[in-house]
């Protein structure tokens, strides 16, 4: 299943969520990752994950919202594209 990133959020410790959701907004995929880590090991606009590693989203604003973002994304970027 094809997943593009909707989210990156950066918290105090350092470390960066990231979220990726299907452009359906149906099913999301989260990561947690340190800042130095991702120097490392770029963020790609997209990542395959098989359905079994995502999550539904339950949420109905979450779900519009991603996917209008991965929409975007899909539109606008390459899977591999670094973002």
């Not at 979220?19 to 130095?36: F, K, L, N, P």
């Not at 790609?44 to 975007?72: F, G, H, K, L, M």
């Amino acid at each position: 299943m094809r997943l593009w990133l909707v989210s990156r959020e950066y918290d105090t410790r350092q470390t960066v969520t990231l979220t990726y959701a299907s452009v359906d907004g149906e099913r999301s995929y989260t990561r947690q990752a340190s800042i130095e880590l991702l120097q490392r090991s770029p963020v790609t606009a997209a990542v395959d994950r098989e359905e079994t590693d995502t999550e539904p989203v339950e949420d109905a604003d979450a779900r519009a919202r991603y996917a209008e973002e991965a929409e975007r994304m899909a539109a606008d970027h390459d899977p591999d594209d670094e973002i």
